[in-house]
T-cell receptor
Framework: DAKTTQPPSMDCAEGRAANLPCNHSTISGNEYVYWYRQIHSQGPQYIIH???NNETNEMASLIITEDRKSSTLILPHATLRDTAVYYC??????????????FGQGTTLQVKP | KAGVTQTPRYLIKTRGQQVTLSCSPI?????VSWYQQTPGQGLQFLFEYFSETQRNKGNFPGRFSGRQFSNSRSEMNVSTLELGDSALYLCASSLVGGPSTDTQYFGPGTRLTVL
């Protein structure tokens, strides 16, 4: 699976949009971009995933660049409860990769009042 | 629909002992994966089970083992515990299929402390 690079930390004001970048310059054509977040000492929570089109759900939006080498997770109106470590993961769904997610260090997002 | 459940939530053991952790996947999910999370190494993949068979394995010693039952519930076992095994052990389940159904959903974890 392709390696991802994320900034170690970011701050965001409550009520503002939080834009979390992820670089995955070696992504291949069949690899998806997944985002999870982990609030302190809890299990990671799935947020969203996509292949090449932008995606939106009730939690967030995922913007993937046309060349797919980077993506941005957008939390439209951040709240204090969005303070967490956010992980960007690239994975394929081939038979050799079943059930395996490779987590990096993620981005610690601090939402401030 | 109930989420992934893990028992126990907290556990304290001493070096040399063994431990068994349990995971019940989301109803209908057939794949169960296990992860270890430590401050130094982060989240690391242990193994994945599907239809009672281990399909994938991470880079952990043989002291770490697991199994899956016919109802998709899974257990993992750590024998001869070492201090470095102190960690949050996470279980995740997925339906298994195409990309829209292979999303993993995590449980709350079991916090293991080895003294």
């Amino acid at each position: 699976d392709a390696k991802t690079t994320q900034p170690p930390s970011m701050d965001c004001a409550e009520g503002r949009a939080a834009n979390l970048p992820c670089n995955h310059s070696t992504i291949s054509g069949n690899e998806y971009v997944y985002w999870y977040r982990q609030i302190h000492s809890q299990g990671p929570q799935y947020i969203i995933h996509g292949l090449k089109n932008n995606e939106t759900n009730e939690m967030a939006s995922l913007i993937i660049t046309e060349d797919r080498k980077s993506s941005t997770l957008i939390l439209p109106h951040a709240t204090l409860r969005d303070t967490a470590v956010y992980y960007c993961i690239v994975r394929s769904h081939g038979s050799s990769n079943t059930g395996k997610l490779i987590f990096g260090q993620g981005t610690t997002l601090q939402v401030k009042p | 629909k109930a989420g992934v459940t893990q028992t126990p939530r907290y556990l304290i053991k001493t070096r040399g002992q063994q431990v068994t952790l349990s995971c019940s996947p989301i109803s209908g999910h057939r794949s169960v994966s296990w992860y270890q999370q430590t401050p130094g190494q982060g989240l690391q993949f242990l193994f994945e089970y599907f239809s009672e068979t281990q399909r994938n394995k991470g880079n952990f010693p043989g002291r770490f083992s697991g199994r899956q039952f016919s109802n998709s519930r899974s257990e993992m076992n750590v024998s001869t515990l070492e201090l470095g095994d102190s960690a949050l052990y996470l279980c995740a389940s997925s339906l298994v299929g195409g990309p829209s159904t292979d999303t993993q959903y995590f449980g709350p974890g079991t916090r293991l402390t080895v003294l």
